[in-house]
């Protein structure tokens, strides 16, 4: 499958956005054949190697443009201003981004550092008066989280959550497939999302140091519960939003420690399952120990699977009734196209994209860890 560029692909695509149309996730608001007049002026927070892909996004977005950046490291920001031609008024650090308030060049903030301090970038931009997106998991606890849409609110602002894969056209699909019946209810749904960090570099684009002792990711305090908030996220995702329904009570086993010292302040591997209202239950993993990218869903008169599933992609599957393969797109992109037209236009961001959805996602996942850790099933009422 060629990497097609948006605009062909949406062009391409009219068939596949009208069958997904109202669907719990789904493209309406989106339509790249009218670009804006002016784009959403974006400063992204923490220059690491996800912001990396956020400005390859951005380069591609037709409603955004890279503006601003917020970095504790000079060079860097000189290295980001010269590539990106992001004028120096532009270019704040960490203490100084509070002044950003009288920047009428920035309209929104894109929080990228790591997961324990989304919720003091979220308070500040909120303060700034800044639109803002906060990159999953929206923040460590479910207590920051409502802090957090609290500002915002109070603020006037916007507040979204980077769910990137709420923009992609094969998790539109499978979650038109679930929602819709298309086989049937589902009735047990496998989804995973682990990346073996042993030996890496393992893949090609950019990836965490796992060798560092200092990485944020093995901090329990700093990633707010290792690769279950980090990855694990995805399969809760996925099942959420191919059943369109909230999981009522969940169970989970943390795997066995292959690295202690690696990973002596949080999980290596966990399984976990989740119960819906409907019955069907779902059985979930996430690692640092192996990889693992799958989703598939049994329903009364099919099934339907991905493989790569829930990651960056490419991604393809299969279901009953033949192959399910959609054109790649630029995944940040779509996401800050979706986003920034809804807030140019100044229509209201879909809750399935606002600090609304984040929250759900990190009650179930400290549910999931406290089932871990107590051994015990525990209801989400
Ligand atoms: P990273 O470690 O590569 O980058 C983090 C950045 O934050 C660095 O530039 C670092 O200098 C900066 N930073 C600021 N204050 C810091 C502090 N006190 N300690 C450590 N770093 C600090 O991490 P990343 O992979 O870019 O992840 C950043 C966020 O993006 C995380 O919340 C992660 O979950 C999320 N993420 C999302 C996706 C996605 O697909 N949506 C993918 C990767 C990461």
């Known amino acids: 499958m060629k990497n097609l560029n948006r605009r062909r692909f949406i062009g391409q695509s009219t068939l596949a956005g009208a069958a997904i149309a109202g669907s719990v996730l789904n493209w309406s608001n989106f339509d790249l054949a009218r670009p804006p007049e002016k784009k959403l002026n974006v400063a992204l927070v923490g220059l690491g190697n996800y912001a990396e892909m956020l400005a390859g996004g951005l380069q591609q977005s037709n409603y955004c443009r890279l503006a601003g950046i917020v970095t504790g490291h000079p060079e860097k920001a000189d290295k980001w201003q010269k590539q990106y031609q992001i004028p120096a008024a532009n270019s704040y650090n960490y203490q100084n981004f509070d002044e950003i308030a009288h920047n009428k060049e920035i309209d929104l903030i894109y929080v990228v550092v790591p997961n324990y301090l989304h919720k003091e970038y979220v308070l500040r931009a909120a303060k700034a008066g800044k639109h803002v997106i906060t990159e999953k998991p929206m ?28 923009y992609e056209p094969t998790q539109l699909e499978i979650a038109r ?56 996220i995805y399969a809760v995702q996925s099942c959420r939003y191919v059943l369109g329904e909230e999981p009522v009570s969940v169970t989970a086993q943390f795997g066995p420690k292959f690295n202690k010292r690696r990973f002596a302040q949080v999980e290596e591997t966990v399984y976990f399952q989740m119960e819906f209202p409907s019955g069907t239950v779902s059985n979930c993993q996430t690692s640092y120990a192996f990889n693992t990218d799958r989703f598939y869903a049994s329903a009364d008169e ?55 959805e984040g929250i759900k996602d990190i009650r179930i996942i400290r549910a999931i860890l406290e089932a871990g850790e107590t051994g015990k099933k525990v209801s989400l009422g």
């Open 139 to 166: 923040a460590t606890s479910v207590e920051d989280c409502e802090e957090m849409i609290q500002a915002c609110h109070q603020a006037g602002v916007t507040l979204s959550v980077g769910y990137r894969l709420h």
């Open 177 to 232: 497939l679930g929602q819709r019946k298309i086989f049937g209810q589902v009735r047990f749904i496998e989804a995973g999302l682990g990346y073996k960090t042993f030996d890496l570099p393992l893949k090609p684009e950019p990836i965490p140091d796992f060798n560092a002792p200092e990485n944020w990711r093995l901090n329990r305090i700093k990633s707010g519960g290792g690769p279950m908030m980090d990855l694990g």
């Open 302 to 356: 099919g099934f339907f699977e991905l493989s790569p599933a829930i990651s960056y992609g490419p991604f393809k599957g299969r279901s009953s009734k033949g192959e399910i393969l959609f054109p790649v797109i630029n995944q940040q992109a779509a996401q800050l196209d979706g986003i920034g037209q809804l807030i140019l236009e100044k229509k209201q961001l879909p809750s399935h994209i606002t600090g609304e």
